[in-house]
């Protein structure tokens, strides 16, 4: 069955470090790739999806299709970072979209 | 345009009754799906649906059933409540089945069961 993982339920950096959220996804095909942010109080919206191979906020994610990855990446943390991310994959030619369980980004001071 | 708008924003029912939640997409979008997140959790898919069919269907009881009307506004239903079925709900329209292009989310409905 489809699945996504997202292992850190909390992640807590330092603003000016690194960040790495990590996905893992499970589909034997070739899934399309997203990642959705909420901040405090606000809802849901999508950040980015791999086929745009964009950057957004800073953020960029790369497909690894041999390690079944898709983690989230910013060199740069910034204290408006802090959030909810989830990683989300929609198998290719279906009707769903799946979403990890989410990590909480907390960017310290 | 207001974006994908949900109604009731809170609601709380009691175990055994029925409850209907409703959801508006943005203009032009022809697909709304549904999702219940339980606190703690990512988004859990109920249903899909694409110019008013029905495209996705998730694990979740035949308590669970959803319809998509003309002007493509679509409606959750949930009979026999089980406190189990507390959540928040959230509708997600695309202008694209299953989300293809990212999915725009309403600020959803919070269900209590008691």
């Known amino acids: 069955a489809q699945r996504v993982t997202q292992p850190e339920k909390l992640l807590s950096v330092f603003k000016g470090a690194p960040v790495e959220l990590k996905c893992n996804y499970s589909?034997?095909?070739?899934?399309?790739l997203f990642w959705y942010v909420q901040y405090s109080r606000q809802r849901l919206q999508l950040l980015l999806r791999?086929?745009s191979r964009e950057s957004i906020k800073g953020f960029t994610a790369d497909l690894n299709k041999g390690e079944t990855s898709f983690h989230l990446k910013k060199p740069f943390a910034q204290e408006e970072d802090s959030a909810m991310y989830y990683c989300?994959?929609?198998?290719?030619?279906?009707?769903?979209?799946?979403f990890g369980a989410g990590t909480r980004l907390f960017v310290k001071a | 345009d207001a974006g994908v708008t949900q109604s009731p924003t809170h609601l709380i029912k009691t175990r055994g009754q029925h409850v209907t939640l409703r959801c508006s997409p943005i203009?032009?979008?022809?697909?709304v799906s549904w999702y219940q997140q339980v606190l703690g959790q990512g988004p859990q898919f109920i249903f899909q649906y694409y110019e008013k069919e029905e495209r996705g269907r998730g694990n979740f009881p035949d308590r669970f059933s959803a319809r998509q009307f003309p002007n493509y506004s679509s409606e959750l239903n949930v009979n026999a409540l089980l406190l189990g079925d507390s959540a928040l709900y959230l509708c997600?329209?695309?202008?694209?089945?299953?989300?293809?292009?990212?999915?725009?989310f309403g600020s959803g409905t919070r269900l209590t069961v008691v």
């Open positions: 997600a329209s695309s202008g694209r089945t299953g989300g293809v292009d990212g999915y725009t």
């Open positions: 589909y034997s095909g070739s899934p399309e």
């Open positions: 203009s032009g979008h022809k697909s």
């Open positions: 989300a994959s929609r198998d290719t030619g279906g009707f769903k979209t799946i």
């Open positions: 791999h086929i």
